[in-house]
């Protein structure tokens, strides 16, 4: 166990509503990360939270946004759902911004879109 | 678009045996690390290996990295069937954040 919470832990949705994903960080993190797994592939890298502010965006577009909370924790909101968004997605805090901190991954969200 | 790439996509071995998975990535690198993942769940970190180190243990793990080649290794020797499962290389280049790899399978029969 990581000490990394995701909720809910399955989610079903319809194409084209809104969804919000939740992540409480490991005591004493300050950053988040969210990624997107979609079925047999790599998680790949959304975007990034440090002290309540975005810090690194990758290749999503803008529907795909997020919160970071006072305590740390984190939100990830996707609108106008599309087939496409199904996947698992994980989130990942750490002690901070740098390539050398270990993220600790919380177990994720299966998210499915019909 | 991701990173890098393992080899093979799938390993199976007996119980014992040694386990030995491969990365290839494309763009010069700041560190490159390892992470296991069960059954489509979190991922956990195994090791980080900086781009001016060539060779790093952990337990039963050792990982090799080759920057002129691109590619690192990892090796799980003594084999469980605890080690069941996908496991995944991770690049970190400048700023970026983490660029993950296809992962490979492995499955240890017992």
């Known amino acids: 166990e990581t000490g990394v919470t995701q909720s809910p832990t399955h989610l079903i949705k319809t194409r084209g509503q809104q969804v919000t994903l939740r992540c409480s960080s490991q005591?004493?993190?300050?950053?988040v990360s969210w990624y997107q797994q979609a079925l047999g592939q790599g998680p790949q890298f959304i975007f990034q939270?440090?002290?309540?502010?975005?810090?690194g965006r990758g290749n999503f577009p803008p529907r795909f946004s997020g919160l970071q909370f006072p305590n740390y924790s984190s939100e990830l909101n996707v609108n106008a759902l599309e087939l496409d968004d199904s996947a698992l997605y994980l989130c990942?805090?750490?002690?901070?911004?740098?390539?050398?901190?270990?993220?600790?991954f919380g177990p994720g969200t299966r998210l499915t879109v019909l | 678009s991701q990173q890098g790439e393992e080899d093979p996509q799938a390993l199976s071995i007996q119980e014992g045996e040694n386990a030995t998975m491969n990365c290839s990535y494309k763009?010069?690198?700041?560190?490159l690390q390892w992470y296991r993942q069960n059954s489509g769940r979190g991922l956990v970190h195994l090791i980080l290996?900086?781009?001016?180190?060539r060779e790093k243990h952990s337990g039963r793990l050792r990982v090799t990295l080759d920057t002129s080649k691109k590619s690192s290794s990892l090796l799980i020797t003594a084999s469980r069937a605890a080690d069941t499962a996908s496991y995944f290389c991770?690049?970190?280049?400048?700023?970026?954040?983490?660029?993950f790899g296809t992962g490979t399978r492995l499955t240890i029969i017992p």
């Open positions: 990942a805090s750490s002690a901070g911004t740098s390539a050398y901190n270990e993220q600790f």
């Open positions: 005591s004493g993190h300050n950053t």
């Open positions: 939270y440090y002290r309540e502010e975005e810090n």
């Open positions: 763009t010069s690198i700041n560190n």
């Open positions: 290996i900086r781009s001016n180190e």
């Open positions: 991770a690049t970190v280049f400048g700023n970026e954040k983490l660029t």
